[in-house]
């Protein structure tokens, strides 16, 4: 190695290897600053506090580095002032919130932006989020959530990026680009957070906070895919998961902690607890007591203390005892106040609202209605029911969630101002390219409601109109953090509505409002069209009438697979291919075996005899108001060495009468593997917009490392041999294609 390295090396022990590399003037500061500290005011800065209020003489004193839920800027500016004139180490705080989808000006539900599968719309959102939340103060945003989920009975399935790690890496880092900016020190930039590391997704039964156990090869190849990607990227911070993997608790857990992210990736942020994940390892069976608690989550890497105080109350004692090191502690510390340093909160810790645009501007709103459109995929179309006419007489509207302000938000959504959100049902009466007369009846107060005093007053309404929206679904707090169903149809007797008003003969569109896909198994034949919009946010109302009316195509694309019924689950389509592959030709439905059959193999495969093989709707699926076709898939050979590229293209033509984008994508699957290979795995994806009777072509790259995996050693390989390709519509559908790699 060069010398000068070696001397810097031996300086600053981590300058040249880290993530972005470090800056050694930081590095020496830090350095410096750690030298001066007591170990009280160390472990200050690895302690988080909740609120501003009763914080001060402990700011004071050095004990606290960090805030959340805190957004009184002057309160902020004044515990600011505390720690940097009135402190010993004048080190600033750093002040964290769940900006998760919007701040003031609330986009979709994450779930939901997943499904726009648009990257550059994801991250002008998250600028927007940054923008509003740096405006009162807040530098620390806990998201982007990374968590691969495959199951739509855990509540937190709203705050993912859906089932597939290849969708959920672009799309997070498109967030971490957004909170960030081009410079973590720019006045308006968040510092990110990729959580819940690890697996958390994965809770068994989807029961919120349960055990997962997954084995290091799905971890590597699926869970942990988009915190590389986002480490990569420069996210600043990692957040822990409050889930136990294959026995031990992600707050606890060295491979994670230190083999993966440090070793491995050369994260150089930080890594904050989650609430209280720390002293949870008592109850997940891993800890005696806090103090063991806070030795073996500092021993495995995790350095920032949310909401308890095991840190404050045992590091003393575990280092007299030496059952952690000094050594740690530093190291922490260190990595707190890069991301102190990174985000110029030494030169600028306060905040001037006047520096900033007005929260919930025009600017805002187009951008959170413009994802709401790109949110909303469009499940059923039957006769073409949608878009409506604009010369269309009169219009029923129905259903809990046709006006409520509230319920069309979402989870996490603290800083909302629910004044702001333009419902449904406001945006149908100001639309002016349509006279239709609206005939409203909520019939129910809310998803749960169970009361059918207004059931028939629906159906007046319905019979005198000329079509009927129904604006059904779950209210906010039915999904989210703990909010689990271990029934995912629509709540209360909104089945019971919709099949009162079908008696009417009138063409329904259902709208759905979730946090998660619903089964509608019970009603989907009563109903023309459906539109899941999951809860859209601020401009919900304006971005579904716009659909509705057909001013845009809907363009949306599931983010995650939509089962038929709760017992398919967990349902992806990524699946493995088993020894026993679903047929078609051989399966017998449950209604179809004799009574009294005698035992057969024949037919004995991988489905359920009451629900077979297929969900409702595939990963990758969602309906236009035209047509594409699909032609001329293209491979630039069907031989290529592991160090070639491989171009694939298909023409895509807009066989319909309206202009509207189609999300091409591309899958692939590997025949034959040292560990088996997943049926179809999603490689790219494009959003191309087409005017009816217009064709482009998509060109596809796809090298080594698209096609790699963990084989039974770990080892991260592309193993020669053949492969089938697809380009399509859905992952289910496609042009498909063949090629091998060779040696
Ligand atoms: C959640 C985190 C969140 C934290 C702080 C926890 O309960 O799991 O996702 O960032 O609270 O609000």
Not at 211 to 240: H, N, W
Not at 694 to 715: A, G, I, R, W, Y
Request: aromatic share 8%; with cysteine; hydrophobic share 40%.
């Amino acid at each position: 190695m060069h010398k000068f390295i070696l001397l810097l090396l031996s300086v600053f022990p981590l300058v040249v290897f880290g993530g972005p590399l470090m800056n050694p003037q930081t590095e020496g500061k830090i350095a410096r600053l750690i030298q001066q500290m007591t170990l009280e005011e160390k472990i200050g800065q690895m302690t988080q506090r909740n609120g501003a209020d009763g914080h001060e003489d402990q700011i004071r004193d050095g004990l606290i580095g960090s805030i959340l839920n805190e957004i009184d800027t002057d309160k902020l500016n004044n515990i600011q002032r505390i720690a940097m004139k009135e402190s010993r180490m004048g080190i600033p705080l750093i002040i964290g919130r769940d900006v998760i989808h919007g701040f003031r000006t609330v986009f979709p539900i994450p779930l939901g932006l997943a499904a726009s599968w648009n990257p550059e719309l994801i991250k002008q959102g998250t600028r927007i989020a940054a923008i509003e939340a740096a405006s009162v103060g807040v530098r620390w945003t806990f998201a982007p959530m990374m968590d691969i989920c495959r199951d739509p009975r855990w509540g937190r399935i709203a705050e993912t990026l859906g089932e597939d790690q290849y969708l959920a890496s672009v799309l997070a880092v498109a967030m971490v680009e957004g909170f960030q900016s081009d410079d973590l020190s720019n006045k308006d930039a968040l510092a990110a957070c990729a959580k819940h590391f690890a697996g958390y997704g994965a809770a068994e039964g989807g029961r919120d906070y349960n055990t997962t156990s997954i084995p290091e090869q799905l971890m590597r190849d699926v869970y942990l895919k988009p915190f590389k990607a986002c480490t990569d990227a420069g996210v600043a911070t990692f957040m822990v998961a409050f889930n136990e993997i294959n026995g031990v608790p992600a707050s606890g857990n060295s491979f994670l902690l230190k083999q993966i992210l440090r070793d491995e990736w050369n994260f150089d942020g930080f890594v904050v607890s989650d609430w209280a994940s720390i002293t949870q390892m008592i109850n997940h069976g891993y800890c005696r007591d806090d103090k063991h608690a806070a030795e073996r989550s500092l021993n495995a890497g995790l350095e920032m203390e949310m909401a308890t105080s095991t840190f404050i109350d045992h590091i003393k004692n575990l280092l007299d005892e030496q059952k952690i090191t000094m050594q740690t502690i530093d190291d922490a510390v260190r990595n707190i106040l890069r991301i102190k340093f990174r985000l110029g909160l030494f030169e600028n810790p306060y905040t001037d609202p006047a520096d900033f645009p007005e929260l919930v501007n025009a600017e805002h709103l187009a951008a959170a209605k413009e994802s709401a459109i790109q949110s909303v995929v469009m499940l059923k179309n039957d006769n073409q029911v949608l878009p409506l006419s604009k010369e269309i007489k009169s219009i029923a509207v129905i259903g809990p969630m046709a006006d409520d302000q509230f319920e069309q938000l979402g989870t996490w959504t603290y800083d909302k101002n629910i004044e702001d959100t333009q419902t449904p049902l406001m945006a149908l009466k100001k639309f002016d390219k349509s006279s239709a007369k609206i005939n409203y009846v909520q019939t129910l107060e809310y998803s749960r409601a169970k009361d059918k005093k207004d059931f028939q007053k629906a159906v007046e309404a319905a019979e005198k109109s000329d079509a009927v929206l129904m604006f059904m679904g779950e209210e906010s707090i039915l999904s989210g953090e703990a909010h689990c169903r271990a029934n995912i149809d629509l709540p209360g007797i909104q089945e019971d509505l919709i099949h009162e008003i079908s008696k009417t003969g009138k063409p329904i569109v259902l709208v759905i409002m979730a946090g998660r896909p619903i089964t509608i198994g019970n009603i989907i034949d009563k109903v023309d069209a459906i539109l899941f919009s999951l809860h859209p946010g601020t401009m919900g109302g304006p971005a579904l009438v716009d659909l509705i009316f057909g001013e845009v195509s809907p363009s949306g694309k599931l983010p995650v697979t939509y089962p038929k019924v709760v017992g398919q689950i967990p349902l992806y389509y990524n699946y493995k291919n088993t020894g026993r592959p679903f047929d078609p030709k051989t399966y017998v439905p449950m209604d179809s075996i004799p009574v009294r059959a005698w035992q057969t193999s024949l037919g004995n495969e991988t489905h359920y005899i009451d629900a077979g093989h297929k969900p409702l709707y595939p990963f990758g699926y969602g309906l236009s108001y035209t047509t594409f076709e699909y032609s001329d898939l293209k491979l630039s050979s069907n031989k290529i060495k592991l160090v070639e590229k491989l171009q694939v293209s298909a023409k895509i033509t807009n066989t319909g009468e309206v202009a509207a984008t189609e999300i091409v994508q591309l899958y692939i699957r590997d025949l034959v593997g040292d560990i088996t290979r997943p049926v179809r795995e999603l490689k790219g994806f494009e959003r191309l917009q087409l005017n009816p009777g217009e064709s482009k072509t998509v060109t596809f790259e796809l090298c080594k490392d698209d096609l790699d995996f963990h084989n039974q050693k770990m080892q991260l390989v592309t193993e020669p041999g053949k492969f089938h390709v697809w380009i399509g519509p859905s992952s289910t559908e496609g042009l498909q294609g063949e090629f091998e790699i060779v040696q």
